[in-house]
């Protein structure tokens, strides 16, 4: 017999460096789960990625055991370690903070494929060059 959900939860931690301590703690202890549990699992498999930020799917179940699955990082962080900046632009039709070639934006495409809703490589390219639009960053082709 299956076990009985009783939250699915939804999170982002540094990959390799996820502590009990906020934000994971308080939000992890309202459900009974062993945060140093979690937060060994989730550094042991995201180790290669370390200080990447990771977005996790948390399923914890009646007994309060768990499984997670981790996903790809955003697309921003993404773009973000390729150009090596802080952060976007605050006004990314007026200041652009960096430029991506077409090569840099398929690998980014490649890297993020399983987890957006196209299977189209081009499609994929256009999701990834929006969001670079959006944070102020030009693509060049």
């Not at 939000?27 to 996790?56: D, H, K, W």
């Not at 997670?68 to 632009?89: D, N, V, Y």
């Amino acid at each position: 017999m299956a076990k009985k959900i009783t939250k699915v939860l939804k999170l982002m931690a540094a990959a390799g460096a996820a502590t009990p301590a906020p934000p994971l703690g308080p939000t992890l202890a309202p459900y009974g789960i062993s945060t140093q549990q979690f937060c060994m699992e989730f550094n042991e498999r995201t180790r290669e990625n370390n200080g990447v930020l990771t977005p996790v799917v948390l399923t914890i179940y009646e007994d309060r055991t768990f499984t997670f699955i981790t996903k790809t990082p955003p697309t921003s962080e993404l773009i973000r370690r390729e150009l090596k900046i802080k952060a976007g632009s605050a006004k990314p039709n007026l200041e652009k903070v960096g430029k991506l070639t077409m090569e840099q934006v398929k690998r980014i495409a490649e890297t993020k494929m399983v987890d957006l809703n196209t299977k189209n490589i081009d499609q994929a390219v256009k999701i990834i060059e929006g969001t670079a639009r959006q944070m102020g960053v030009e693509v060049v082709k």
